[in-house]
T-cell receptor, first 115, second 114 residues
Framework: DVKVTQSSRYLVKRTGEKVFLECVQD?????MFWYRQDPGLGLRLIYF???????EKGDIPEGYSVSREKKERFSLILESASTNQTSMYLC??????????????FGPGTRLLVL | AQKVTQAQTEISVVEKEDVTLDCVYE???????LFWYKQPPSGELVFLIR??????QNEISGRYSWNFQKSTSSFNFTITASQVVDSAVYFCALSAGSFQKLVFGTGTRLLVSP
């Protein structure tokens, strides 16, 4: 079974703090994704990575950055947390195979509260 | 651009009732994939089904069934004889183009009461 883990289930941070959200997958997947989930908005893609050190902006990258130094780990960084970044953050991974649409597997999510 | 619409924000049923969750999608790509995920109160998204655009055959898995109709751009999900454990938020998602990014609908919250 694919296992995607996230470093924290709940986080409380203060405005202006630098926040790191970590995601680790154990299936040697090439692609990894960060989403945020907000009521009434569904899941929205922040950033994704298709290889080590490679990253692409998603639909809402403003205020975020990412790091992928190792294949199994994809980090989401809030350089200076703001209250509007209070949300549920979900990480996902999938194996990239040309011509085949694979399934994204999700971690348990991190609920971030920025005060 | 791709878009997924789940018009039902919340549905409440009593146990053993059948319930259908609607999903309408938009894409200009001829090759695309559709997904359903379940999100129980614990928060983790659980994969339910994947369907590609060339396979319109309906699928049944136990109490779950899916109706894919390209003519109406819909991929509806039916739960037969609902149970309390079915209570969750259900998301429909679409993937088309490169990098296999998913576009999600806003979700439908299903409440099944005893």
């Amino acid at each position: 079974d694919v296992k995607v883990t996230q470093s924290s289930r709940y986080l409380v941070k203060r405005t202006g703090e630098k926040v790191f959200l970590e995601c680790v997958q154990d299936m040697d997947h090439e692609n990894m994704f960060w989403y945020r989930q907000d009521p009434g908005l569904g899941l929205r893609l922040i950033y994704f990575s298709y290889d080590v050190k490679m990253k692409e902006k998603g639909d809402i990258p403003e205020g975020y950055s990412v790091s992928r130094e190792k294949k199994e780990r994809f980090s989401l960084i809030l350089e200076s947390a703001s209250t509007n970044q209070t949300s549920m953050y979900l990480c996902a991974s999938l194996e990239a195979e040309t011509g085949v649409q694979e399934t994204q597997y999700f971690g348990p999510g991190t609920r971030l509260l920025v005060l | 651009a791709q878009k997924v619409t789940q018009a039902q924000t919340e549905i409440s049923v009593v146990e053993k009732e059948d319930v259908t969750l609607d999903c309408v999608y938009e894409t200009r790509d001829t090759t695309y994939y559709l997904f359903w995920y379940k999100q129980p109160p614990s928060g983790e998204l659980v994969f339910l089904i994947r369907r590609n655009s060339f396979d319109e055959q309906n699928e049944i898995s136990g109490r779950y069934s899916w109706n894919f109709q390209k003519s109406t751009s819909s991929f509806n999900f039916t739960i037969t004889a609902s149970q309390v454990v079915d209570s969750a938020v259900y998301f429909c998602a679409l993937s088309a183009g490169s990098f296999q990014k998913l576009v999600f609908g806003t979700g439908t919250r299903l409440l099944v009461s005893p």
